[in-house]
């Protein structure tokens, strides 16, 4: 649908553009793929009615099962470093709201996302299901074991802060293939982008950041 129509359906897309356009361009965003996305998706729709208003308020926003949406820059900036040019097979581990799902959905090709709580899985596959995104496939698991059986990955994103670059991860992601993982102890971590090159991790900082833990048997 082009974005002429979607304004005129949505009450909401005044409040996504001023958040793309103050939030994301205004600090360092440059994609194109990216911003256009972030304005196509309906970030209210992932958030329940009591926090609707704050959709695209420039913080995060409690999900359930003690885990959050994350602020709109973090997921921009996360997007804008895998570099997506649309025919990417992604993982995502970490499915939350499934705003960042959708988001990669129309980026990508083909995304595999894990969460580890059935809840919120299933409520993002019906918002995923409701806005006609049908490239998404959600699996309930440990999400540091990534989706072997759908590896390679072109790109990984992480969700969940980690100790460390969780190996099961880095083995399912392609050579030259790109990962973004919040990394560092449970009150602050750098957000990173790992290159794999010849079967290691090449490691870029991107910037600062804090996320929830990564749970799992390779995670806290």
Same mark, same amino acid.
């Given at each position: 649908?082009?974005?002429?129509? #979607? ?7 005044? !409040? ?9 361009? =205004? ?6 793929? @990216?911003? !256009? ?19 695209? =308020?420039?913080?995060?926003? %409690?999900?359930?099962?003690?885990? /959050?949406?994350?602020? *709109?820059?973090?997921? =921009? ?23 960042? /799902? ?11 996302? #894990?969460?580890?709580?059935? /809840? ?5 596959? $019906? @918002? ?15 999400? /540091?074991?990534?989706?072997? !059986?759908?590896? %390679? ?9 980690? *100790? ?9 992601? $392609? ?10 102890? %449970?009150? $602050? ?12 991790? @090449? ?13 799992? =048997?390779?995670?806290?």
């Amino acid at each position: 649908m082009p974005i002429s129509e #979607i304004a005129n359906l949505d009450p909401y897309f005044p !409040e996504r553009r001023q958040m793309v356009e103050s939030q994301l361009r =205004a600090r360092s965003i440059h994609d194109e793929r @990216v911003l !256009e996305a972030m304005l196509r998706i309906p970030r209210h729709e992932f958030v329940s009615a009591e926090f609707e208003s704050q959709a695209y =308020a420039d913080h995060p926003i %409690p999900i359930g099962e003690n885990q /959050t949406i994350s602020q *709109p820059f973090i997921v =921009a900036v996360s997007l804008q470093a895998l570099s997506l040019q649309g025919g990417e097979s992604v993982l995502e581990v970490g499915t939350g709201s499934g705003y960042q /799902t959708a988001l990669l959905a129309v980026l990508a090709h083909q995304v595999n996302s #894990i969460e580890r709580h059935q /809840t919120l899985a299933r409520s993002a596959e $019906a @918002v995923l299901v409701k806005l006609g995104l049908n490239n998404v496939k959600i699996v309930v698991g440990d999400g /540091t074991h990534g989706l072997p !059986e759908f590896a %390679p990955y072109d790109a990984i994103l992480i969700s969940a802060a980690a *100790p460390s670059i969780p190996r099961n991860l880095l083995d399912q992601l $392609a050579e030259e293939g790109r990962m973004v993982i919040p990394v560092g102890p %449970p009150h $602050a971590q750098e957000l990173q982008l790992v290159r794999k090159r010849d079967g290691k991790a @090449v490691v870029e900082v991107i910037e600062g950041c804090r996320f929830v833990p990564l749970i799992g =048997a390779e995670g806290y």
